[in-house]
């Protein structure tokens, strides 16, 4: 046994069974490991912000980490953006980045790079293994650190000796951290301001969104006449029939504002205060209503499931029935295609327990209210606000979840980011139907250059904010990499292609030209 | 004027008229301020591995700084792999890097990040602009923090409202660094090591590859029987007929290794002693001959040209004639398409002062050899083994040198890293010819698993360094992104498509099967 399979063990033994990879020479014990390891599958990408990304994806619907294989510094480089967003969504990952070899690094050689450097802005855990014998520990050590509640991105870099000489053992998994008790205090304190009669507003995200998370939200709501919002972008949320609809605050910071005006107690549930995403000149950064009252119930990491019992508990609100919706479709549209008959025909033809990801940035505007009533179905939202986590987290979900038919709602803009991610897709054969929305601009930049204070654009300014000349051809980018594909100028075409995508197994991309 | 204009005043003023462009939101007065300064081209990317990696090409040929404008720590991130790579090649590049409004950067916000951490690891200087008034002159030593000899990234962060609150001034140019003098001590050692009569070699890089460089180094060796290198990787170097035609140090190890045996002297000419690319088991890191003395003449970002120029005279090679190489080109190839037959039709076809950007990797094997009597052209090398730089260089290049053919000579797995940057090419109208090499592997990684030790490649292992499954379709690819383009599988076609796009204006890809 060397190193790298001593790794692989380790990982496979703690629950890790799948790793995206984007490896290089440093790699290639690793590689070389996955033939000895029947436990742990292995996704090619193509590059590497694909591999991050999907391994958020993956995360966010298996509950558990997978591992990332990347290439030295540059090779972590490109995946950086998609881990910030994995960060944003508290998405346990296990990285493994190769490195030269322990006596190689001082030589300075062309790939040699700071990557510890590059690692911690988005690393909550980072090591160097320095020997092979040392790796089984390092790796149980990363699996365990990146489970810590919330959840977090664990970094183990991997020099490339530590892979390739003999190592004596498999590391026997460490136990999983739990969840911090929530503070009575807050608990005492946010049931005295539902009780007090004045107006209250439950802020939700993490736990408070899951299942059981927004029933007991709603009992509460129900019993006290608050008022319940999930935040603007949430990591995985569950929706449709037979669940609460959550309200989410605006993204726009004036929207958000009226949204939550009136509200006497703002009381954050696995949450932080709600800010604007960018600042804006003469605007207020901070969105909370200046007069509230903001009661903390619980943070990240803390008994959130908990804490809204004892919540449900002290207000009476036990015999409540949770705000559950029914199941309506709409009506298939006909006629023009754009964003609202989009979301009309995805509420009309959803399959059950589908995985919604959502990057379809200003064309998205219609989708909640088309999809709340549609069958059960997961939402994934953009956490960190670095595009190109659509396509990437799409394969990771459909990876973690072969039985779900996948359904990335993304905008033509944020694609070309990560547009490598279609081979993957068709290389594993994912369950994935891409909704392209091709406007052809950087639609949300022409609304904010205003919002800004920016002047009226000029040409060069609208040139920077216009994905034409030339046009975008996405059904020939999903046909260079193996993606059947189709392009829709209508409803009836959309809708044919919509119904036709989700009965047939595999990756199916729709162009909408909107 | 506001902060954003006095930046592009201030660029533009030190000589900075191009930049490369992936805005969003917190750049938008960035953006706004493009039509107020016609000084200041800006071209767009779909990627910041492209805007990043056209910077670098640029810098390369235009001697000179683009700017970039990126998009907060994300954006940034997205573009660290291709600033890796122009660190290693030494390449002036002004990072403007948008940030959240200083007052907001607290809120952590969904894009707030610890951009100054992503930045540390690729830049020479670093500096945050805290207030609109502070923007010019941060801008005018960003410049010339770029300019340092030999050249080097500097990140300027831009906070929103130091762009967007009002400015007074456009600042004057700060004075461009000189060179520092080479140390006497070494110019001497390196006249005493070549008189010995002992075997020499001179490692050259940086200005001993200039043209002058190369002219001075030949007049050496041959008054003095030295051999010349240059390193296995160089930024750009001139070649071709009327040019001293350099050999390079190997890439593979034992090669180098090979290469430089029975040398007792190496005498290192702005760079330093070889090391292999990666470590491999048992085998050593270091190339230079255990018994050999080290001189180094020059280091990066001293004065070479005099310091050659010293040693010519020391040893008496003032009145020698370089070995300049005389045009000779190949004959066109006829029969199978292969990466021996696709180098023989460049050689055949080269256009005067084309620009070759080689990331061929594997397939590239044989362009050296058939090009280096072809007419006058320069040659542009993957300098930080990070792939994904070719096709973005040549973009940069071509931007740079609007009336020069560009070549990029592009590996299939690399290519797909910052596929996107065809698009822009298009968009742009670039005359860049690419020559996508595809033979469907990572071939470099099926040659790199056995030389590491691994055993033969299993069934998984495989999966990892192959291409297939599905083919990439790089004609249907490029059409997707406005590029023209042809499959070739022999000769003939090839030779036709190359002579072709050579006649003809603007971008124009040939995947060659192989």
Redesign the interface.
Known sequence: MNGAQSLLGTFVAAGIDVCF?N????E??F??A??KEPGMR?V?G??E?VVTGAADGYARMAGKPACTLLHL???L??G??NL??AR?ARSPIVNVVGE??T??RK?????T??IN??A???SGWIRVSESADAVAGDAAAAVQAALLPPGQIATLILP??TA?NPAQRIATPLPVPGLTPADPNAIEAVIAALRSGEPCTLLLNGLGVSEAGLALASRIAQQCGARLFGDT?IARMPRGAGRVDLPRVPYFAEQAEEALAGTRHLILVDT?AP?????Y?GRA??LAPKDCVIHRLTAPGEDTLHALAAVAEGVGAQGRTPAFGGLVRPALPRGALNPASIAQALGALLPEQAILVNEAATSGFALPAMTAQAPPHDWLDL????I?MGLPAALGAAVACPDRRVVALQAD?SA??T??SL?TM??EQCDVTIILFSNRKYA??QV??MR????N?????M???D?S?????????A????VPAVRATDAATFNDALAGSFATPGPFLIEAVL
């Open positions: 990879t490896p290089g020479t440093s290639m014990h590689v070389a996955l033939d292995a090619l193509l590059f912000g510094g540059p090779g480089a490109n950086l953006a910030h967003n944003r030269h070899a006596y190689h030589l300075d050689a062309p790939l790079s700071d450097g590059f911690s802005p988005v490339a000796d390739w972008f932080k800010v604007s995403f960018f600042a000149p950064s901070e956490t960190g606000g670095s190109g803009g070309m980011y547009i490598q081979w068709a290389r949300i930049l904010e250059f800004v204070g920016a002047e654009p000029g040409p060069k300014a040139s920077m904010l994905l000349r030339p046009d975008l051809d996405f059904v020939a980018l046909k260079g990499m193996g």
